[in-house]
């Protein structure tokens, strides 16, 4: 006997697959002849294109490759600091970390 996933089993994993797909986006050039590489000919414009699921959508037109790079991998978002560290380096003192004054210093 063969071990064989259910059809309901197989219906579901289908569906989260192309549920995860969707709205990825993608550039195609617009350019006559078969679509090498994304890096052929950069300075053509770009179609940009989201899957539906089912078949790749047009939802605009960039002006050439590096356009369409910031549109499809834009820059993660910067992290502020907490405002705890933006606080003034500690002063002159006898803290249990801080440098050992010279023996003339510790006198006074």
């Known amino acids: 006997m063969r071990d064989e996933e259910s ?3 197989w219906a579901r994993r289908r569906e989260e697959r192309r549920d995860a797909s969707k709205g990825k986006l993608r550039a195609v050039p617009l350019t006559e002849g078969p679509h090498g590489g994304a890096h052929v000919e950069p300075d053509a414009p770009r179609a940009i294109q989201r899957w539906t699921g089912t078949e790749w959508e047009t939802v605009g037109v960039v002006d050439d490759l590096a356009a369409a790079k910031e549109l499809l991998f ?3 978002p910067v992290e502020e600091n907490p405002v705890e560290w933006n606080r003034p380096a500690m002063g002159e003192g006898r803290g249990r970390h801080r440098k050992p004054t010279p023996m003339q210093e510790r006198e006074q």
């Open 7 to 9: 059809l309901e089993d």
């Open 74 to 76: 834009p820059p993660p």
